[in-house]
């Protein structure tokens, strides 16, 4: 299996990039996630997951080791394919993804484009479990950008309201304020809660 290029890249579009390894040209399927993170840089080192069917064998690539690792959890479950898995990881970042199916929050699963409430349903109850005891997601899910969102979640379990239902909105909060400290997240939630 080929699990990471290293090499220059030869060209970059939204959907695809092509890295030149030792002269071999390898065309390489990306989300806008990777696309977005896919600096100016001439070097650079992609990790990727090889599908093989039996009409073709196709490269997916990330930058990150933590967006393969979601992309390749998403294969497992029933009805979700490698396009529709990637099309997540266009629409959502792989924290927003765990982080919705740690917290259950099948409405920001439903958000991305070809996924309706049952595949939204099964994706939260074949990977909830998976996510919450394996220490690779802790990682992704305790990024600096997401402890705010941990604190905020605790803060509001004190004052009794429930992990899911806050989860929803501190959520929906943290997307539209990525900047905003543990005493905004909370203010905002308290008032739609």
Do not use: W
């Amino acid at each position: 299996m080929i699990t990471q290029l290293r090499g220059r890249l030869l060209e970059k579009n939204p959907t695809h990039i092509v890295v030149d390894c030792n002269g071999i040209g390898y065309e390489v399927n990306i989300s806008l996630h990777t696309f977005s993170r896919l600096k100016g840089e001439e070097q650079i080192t992609i990790y990727t997951h090889l599908q093989v069917k039996e009409d073709s064998h196709t490269l997916y690539g990330f930058m990150e080791k933590a967006e393969r690792l979601v992309f390749r959890q998403l294969l497992s479950v029933s009805g979700i394919g490698a396009n529709t898995a990637r099309m997540m990881l266009s629409s959502l970042t792989p924290e927003q993804v765990v982080e919705a199916i740690s917290t259950e929050d099948t409405d920001t699963i439903q958000s991305v484009k070809g996924i309706g409430k049952k595949t939204a349903q099964r994706v939260i109850l074949d990977l909830k479990d998976k996510i919450r005891s394996s220490e690779e997601y802790s990682e992704i899910v305790n990024s600096p950008s997401n402890s705010n969102k941990e604190e905020a979640l605790s803060a509001l379990e004190t004052l009794g309201y429930t992990r899911k239902q806050s989860g929803k909105i501190i959520s929906k909060i943290c997307n539209n304020n990525p900047d905003a400290n543990v005493e905004v997240i909370i203010k905002l939630a308290l008032k739609n809660l």
